[in-house]
């Protein structure tokens, strides 16, 4: 597998020990973020951090939708999709002795990272290098790209 790069735009946020107290993976199901998951994982365990996992449910994605009750239906599948996806990495970092906070949220993936960061004072964002939209991208997807450039958190690329 590839190498792993840590992005910062300034200082890294960690506690007075230098170490990392909240971490938050975004997952869209896909192998490069399960391996993000994993090096998160990781991370925590050495850290004693809390694993923060995030599926965001955008709509974007959707297949084409013609009526309202499509619209329904076709967020409550997608809502099911991002809870097994949480509920997979919930399992490993369980499995690691690591506590994780899971969440599921209607909102485009950059926007939802944005946040979660905000809100639950995250240390250091995890993510796959390339996700479900783009696994053929050379090195590295448009979300994470956009996340390394627009957070104000470390972002580690797995």
């Known amino acids: 597998m590839g190498k792993n790069h840590l992005f910062t735009r300034g ?28 090096q998160a ?8 951090a809390t694993v923060h ?18 619209i329904k239906e076709t967020r409550t ?4 999709k991002g809870q097994t996806f949480v509920a997979e990495i919930e399992a490993l970092a369980d499995d690691a002795g690591v506590e994780t906070v899971t969440t599921v949220t209607p909102n485009t ?8 960061v905000d809100e639950h004072g995250i240390d250091l964002v995890v993510m796959g290098k390339r996700g479900r939209s783009d696994p053929d991208k050379p090195l590295i997807g448009s ?15 797995a």
């Open 11 to 38: 200082m890294a946020p960690m506690n007075a020990t230098g170490e990392f107290d909240d971490i938050l993976v975004p997952t869209d199901g896909s192998e490069a973020a399960y391996n993000g998951a994993q």
């Open 109 to 116: 993936p950059l926007q939802a990272i944005r946040e979660y």
């Open 41 to 48: 994982i990781k991370l925590a365990q050495r850290n004693g």
């Open 77 to 80: 599948r997608i809502e099911k």
């Open 143 to 157: 979300v994470t790209n956009r996340a390394i450039g627009e957070l104000d958190v470390p972002v580690f690329t």
């Open 53 to 70: 996992v995030l599926y965001a449910i955008d709509m974007g994605d959707a297949d084409f939708v013609a009526v309202p009750s499509d």
